[in-house]
């Protein structure tokens, strides 16, 4: 029994080879777009992460801000209840 390579297996053997080198480089993208988009999906993850942060901050320096309003208000309407106090 000889091994001989006939033209038409050895054309075979060609073609399989090429169809193996596509399907490698198609898988080496396949994993690149992968990687890509698990990294796409982190920064989306992240963003929403970091508005949530801000509109929390946000929410409490306004409300920091009118307590400080309305107690330097307060402090400004009994300062002037004393001066009037002690002028009578």
């Not at 038409?8 to 988009?37: G, T």
């Given at each position: 029994?000889?091994?001989?390579?006939?033209?038409?297996?050895?054309?075979?053997l060609?073609?399989?080879?090429?169809?193996?080198?596509?399907?490698?480089?198609?898988?080496?993208?396949?994993?690149?777009?992968?990687?890509?988009?698990?990294?796409?999906?982190?920064?989306?993850?992240?963003?929403?992460?970091?508005?949530?942060?801000?509109?929390?901050?946000?929410?409490?320096?306004?409300?920091?801000?009118?307590?400080?309003?309305?107690?330097?208000?307060?402090?400004?309407?009994?300062?002037?209840?004393?001066l009037?106090?002690?002028?009578?």
């Amino acid at each position: 029994m000889t091994t001989e390579i006939t033209e038409v297996k050895l054309e075979q053997l060609f073609e399989y080879n090429q169809i193996n080198n596509k399907v490698n480089k198609l898988m080496a993208k396949r994993d690149l777009l992968i990687d890509k988009d698990a990294t796409n999906q982190t920064i989306k993850k992240a963003r929403q992460l970091i508005k949530k942060k801000i509109e929390f901050h946000k929410y409490w320096i306004d409300k920091l801000y009118n307590i400080t309003f309305y107690t330097h208000l307060i402090l400004v309407l009994l300062l002037f209840i004393m001066l009037f106090y002690k002028l009578l």
